[in-house]
């Protein structure tokens, strides 16, 4: 499978969704969609980059491409909780770099790490914060 959405623990706290090599659009509007029925409620998400080869066709200004990112930054103005991007190549950050010129909500609560590991510590954190302010 190209693209894969599963929760990242037994806990249920923490979504992990990776984008590998030759995805596609709908697979991906269909595994957001899995997300979103599979959590019911927000949770945090881990995003794993670190085997994505790039956009469909290399670019985003494409034909194809083009309503299918702003149909993605429309869904992300919805997203209440924060993305951790793991393994972003230079491609994948100035694909992010041009979302967030198309839309300055896009970088809304979106934080990059070089490993899961450190993913799972800030997003851990970012809750303990959470749960000790309430």
């Not at 800030?122 to 309430?134: C, G, I, P, V, Y």
Request: aromatic residues 8%.
């Amino acid at each position: 499978m190209t693209i894969f959405v599963r929760w990242d623990s037994d806990v249920h706290d923490i979504l992990y969704f990776a984008i590998e090599q030759n995805w596609t659009w709908p697979k991906l509007q269909e595994q957001i969609d899995a997300a979103i029925d599979l959590a019911r409620h927000p949770v945090p998400v881990i995003l794993d980059l670190r085997t994505w080869v790039g956009l469909p066709s290399s670019n985003l200004f494409l034909p194809d491409n083009l309503p299918q990112a702003k149909k993605l930054i429309a869904r992300n103005v919805q997203r209440q909780t924060p993305i951790v991007v793991v393994g972003a190549d230079a491609d994948a950050r100035m694909l992010y770099d041009c979302l967030r010129m198309m839309d300055s909500r896009v970088g809304r609560q979106v934080y990059f790490t070089e490993t899961l590991d450190e993913a799972r510590d800030f997003l851990h954190q970012q809750q303990q914060m959470k749960r000790t302010a309430s």
